[in-house]
């Protein structure tokens, strides 16, 4: 079996590539990439991987059995058309099977929104494709959260605008298991799953840190409103707005959804306190 990883280059790209070849073999995988050299380091065959390309990408997917596709990171009304680029070219290829990494959050309301709907259309046309197919919906990324860690301790705390809602957080790794599994056992198909460890507030992932990392910092919350306009000081307008969006959407509650991790894995997501005690040694 050939297995296709798109967005190779990309920080879940390339560990769902690593997974995958601890999960079958190097010879089994095919990394593509919109700049092949961006993915040389994986130590897998390198393709060209262009969204905007359909006809570069049916002669990347010569030869593949199943493809993994990392929803693009594009501007919410450009991905739906790439999502169908790739789709497309796939089945032309004669591609078996799709897997696709979707994400959790609120589907309407707020600025992370117009991102969930265009996953969702891109979900639908995997659905109606005609190939065998598995959705994974993925929680929040903690790792983030860690790099921005000498920030926090300058800052003194964690300030945004979630209160007391939780949050499905889950770490590359650990996608990348989930979705090895998902390429390759057929008992997946046809299923979408909720991707995340435990849902978890940010009152908690603070003292985790704390824990972890010898600090002593809070957490704050602020007004949606508040928050948005701190985000767009420091990121600027379209990510500024974005991460205010997302984090609303826990604080309404949008990010704190049943998990099926057990179910696509094979096994239980690690724990929050073993993730973070790892850290800490």
Not at 233 to 240: P, S, T
Not at 242 to 249: E, H, K, L
Not at 258 to 268: K, T, V
């Amino acid at each position: 079996m050939k297995i296709a990883v798109t967005a190779a280059s990309g920080q879940l790209g390339a560990a769902i590539v690593e997974a995958v070849i601890e999960h079958t073999s190097k010879e089994s995988v095919i990394a593509l990439a919109r700049t092949p050299e961006k993915a040389s380091h994986l130590g897998v065959e390198v393709r060209q991987g262009d969204y905007n390309d359909i006809v570069q990408l049916e002669q990347s997917l010569q030869g593949v059995d199943s493809l993994l596709i990392v929803s693009g990171m594009d501007a919410p009304e450009k991905r739906i058309g790439q999502h169908r680029n790739v789709i497309n070219a796939a089945k032309r290829a004669g591609v078996k099977k799709l897997v696709y990494t979707s994400v959790q959050g609120a589907e309407e309301g707020t600025a992370f929104s117009p991102v969930i709907q265009s996953n969702r259309q891109t979900e639908q046309d995997i659905r109606e494709s005609g190939l065998d197919w598995v959705i994974g919906r993925n929680g929040i990324y903690i790792e983030p959260d860690i790099e921005y860690i000498d920030s926090y301790k300058k800052l003194g705390g964690v300030f945004n605008c979630a209160e007391d809602g939780k949050c499905g957080y889950t770490t590359r790794s650990e996608l990348g298991y989930a979705y090895a599994r998902m390429l390759t056992e057929d008992k997946h198909n046809g299923e979408m799953y909720n991707l995340h460890g435990e849902a978890i507030t940010q009152a908690q992932l603070t003292e985790y840190m704390n824990v972890a990392f010898g600090t002593d910092l809070v957490f704050k919350s602020m007004s949606v409103e508040e928050y948005k306009q701190d985000r767009i000081a420091e990121l600027g307008d379209f990510i500024g707005t974005v991460i205010a969006g997302i984090y609303q959407g826990i604080r309404e509650g949008k990010s704190d959804n049943p998990s099926h991790y057990a179910q696509a894995a094979g096994r239980e997501h690690v724990s929050w306190q073993d993730y973070f005690s790892s850290l800490k040694s």
